[in-house]
T-cell receptor, first 110, second 112 residues
Framework: RKEVEQDPGPFNVPEGATVAFNCTYS??????FFWYRQDCRKEPKLLMS???SGNEDGRFTAQLNRASQYISLLIRDSKLSDSATYLC???????????FGTGTRLTIIP | ETGVTQSPTHLIKTRGQQVTLRCSSQ?????VSWYQQALGQGPQFIFQ???????GRGNFPPRFSGLQFPNYSSELNVNALELDDSALYLC???????????FGSGTRLTVV
């Protein structure tokens, strides 16, 4: 089983729609959780950290369920500029490393 | 405040050669980690340095080695290059392990 699993997509979604990404992780002792965004041929950039209480940043909402080892990202009112690959990322507990999922490619259609 | 810078941006090497990639961490960041991203995959952890000591390593062979310098900049060395080493190599720095990683724009290595 992969340490971090996410649907590779691609997701092709009309502008203005709501998109949901899901991710699961295998190690229950993992310490912190993130969503990164990666544009084509660019470096990953932190989109948001994910907390058990849930957190929201504008149109973006992230949620962590430690009992189910499940992480989600919701994008509301999607924009053309949201087109990118979204990477689910888990930190720890061993090797002090970030473990990335394979990423989900999102294309917003005008 | 400068971000993470990597050099070179692109590189073409022949199988069997050796390569050194460089990374300057963001000001105030004492932790540097390196990742390999093959096409269509997520980044894979190579190793991490904290205050000039390696403190974590992924599933990469010993021909992948590194250094961190007193100014917290870092090098990734790969010996005996193989075709499968062709990838985007990313460097990330942070001030606190586990949070606030900033990535450089990467070095795209092609092995022919």
């Amino acid at each position: 089983r992969k340490e971090v699993e996410q649907d590779p997509g691609p997701f092709n979604v009309p502008e203005g729609a709501t998109v949901a990404f899901n991710c699961t992780y295998s190690n229950s002792a993992s310490q912190s959780f993130f969503w990164y965004r990666q544009d084509c041929r660019k470096e990953p950039k932190l989109l948001m950290s994910v907390y058990s209480s849930g957190n929201e940043d504008g149109r973006f909402t992230a949620q962590l369920n430690r009992a189910s080892q499940y992480i989600s990202l919701l994008i509301r009112d999607s924009k053309l500029s949201d087109s990118a690959t979204y990477l689910c990322v888990v930190f720890g507990p061993a090797n002090e490393k970030l473990t990335f999922g394979t990423g989900t490619r999102l294309t917003i259609i005008p | 405040e400068t971000g993470v810078t990597q050099s070179p941006t692109h590189l073409i090497k022949t199988r069997g050669q050796q390569v050194t990639l460089r990374c300057s961490s963001q000001s105030g960041h004492n932790t540097v980690s390196w990742y390999q991203q093959a096409l269509g995959q997520g980044p894979q952890f190579i190793f991490q340095y904290y205050r000039e000591e390696e403190n974590g390593r992924g599933n990469f062979p010993p021909r992948f080695s590194g250094l961190q310098f007193p100014n917290y900049s870092s090098e990734l060395n790969v010996n005996a290059l193989e075709l499968d080493d062709s990838a985007l190599y990313l460097c990330a720095s942070s001030q606190i392990q586990g949070y606030g990683y900033t990535f450089g724009s990467g070095t795209r290595l092609t092995v022919v």
